[in-house]
């Protein structure tokens, strides 16, 4: 295998608590709950619709640094390339679209609050996944290796996240199949994203990581988009919807995506797998504020306690990595892709 640059030791703020900031940026990505439904409900728009939108108004947020991406992208190894073609065209088009078609069924007007409450509940649920396959490919295709510390307190953060979203409603009515295998496939696909992205991160900066995750994906969600509706698709935009895109754009897409990757840099993707819980937490947190900031579900105790329970665990991941609870393999230690097949196989 190519061996990528390997970036120079940081030591700053984000470097030093980048556990914490991954968690943040998780938690921003929740701000998708104010914008994404109204245009699933009141707009009637399809997921490809939504997330082609959305996805191009973030790449447009790129242009001011595109020439500097272009010219560090000159110098990349292949590898790299694919690794950045593949966080494009699943984790963010297909993982997003995929999402998204999931919220139709939770936030479907037909359903009673309290259906619709256990609908999101099931789909939130099922987010608790994510770090079991990223810890999993982490340790396939980086070969990162954890030490004993790391899984007890593993376990404290998937323990947190579960009390919050249990305690939302466990015995409202479950969600259709068809939305639990939505949730399945993105939750796999945005943990192999995790894995990808640190991959890239060590022979390419942050910004390029970021940009070229909403570029490459356009091509990928402009088919996607004209396979489910059609040219036909392209008129049911509006200007009404724009206040609606610009949220999702800006909040849980560019800033949270930017502030993620920067952080992921510092950070081993077995622990941001676990940090990334921030945001079903975050989510369940919106629902029992107060309308109009939130969906007005009453905070409950075990959501409090599984809230400290989370953040205390992701604390302690963060300064354990210093210590080297888990253990990340150079570039040119990561497997190659005939290593991961004969393994996966």
Known sequence: M???????QRTGLIDRYSALFITLAAALWAADAYFRPELVNQWKLSASEIVLVEDLLISLCFIPVMRRVVR????????TWLALAVIAAGPQAIAT???????????????????????????????????????????????????????????AALAGAALIVFSQSPTAPQAQLQAALFVVGAVALWALGTVLGRYALSGISFASTSAMRFVLALPVLLVLMLTDRGVAGFSQYSIGQLPSFLGIALIPGLIAMVLYYRALSSTPASISSFAELGYPAALFLIFSLPAPVGFGSPLKP????????????????????RQEVVRTARPSEFRSASEVTEIAS
């Not at 190519?2 to 120079?8: G, K, S, Y």
């Not at 999101?120 to 396939?140: H, R």
């Not at 075990?302 to 990595?321: D, H, P, Q, R, Y």
Request: glycine share 4%; hydrophobic share 55%.
């Open 72 to 79: 560090e992208l000159r110098t990349a190894a292949w590898r």
């Open 2 to 8: 190519t061996t990528q640059a390997h970036p120079a």
């Open 97 to 155: 679209v995929l999402f998204t078609r999931s919220l139709t069924y939770a936030f479907a007007p037909s359903l009673s609050h309290a259906a619709s409450l256990g609908v999101q509940s099931e789909v939130y649920l099922l987010y608790l996944l994510q770090p079991v396959f990223g810890a999993t490919l982490a340790w396939i295709v980086l070969r990162e290796r954890r030490r004993p510390a790391f899984w007890p307190i593993a376990a």
């Open 302 to 321: 075990l959501e409090i306690a599984g809230a400290v329970l989370l953040v205390a665990a992701v604390t302690s991941l963060n300064f354990l990595k």
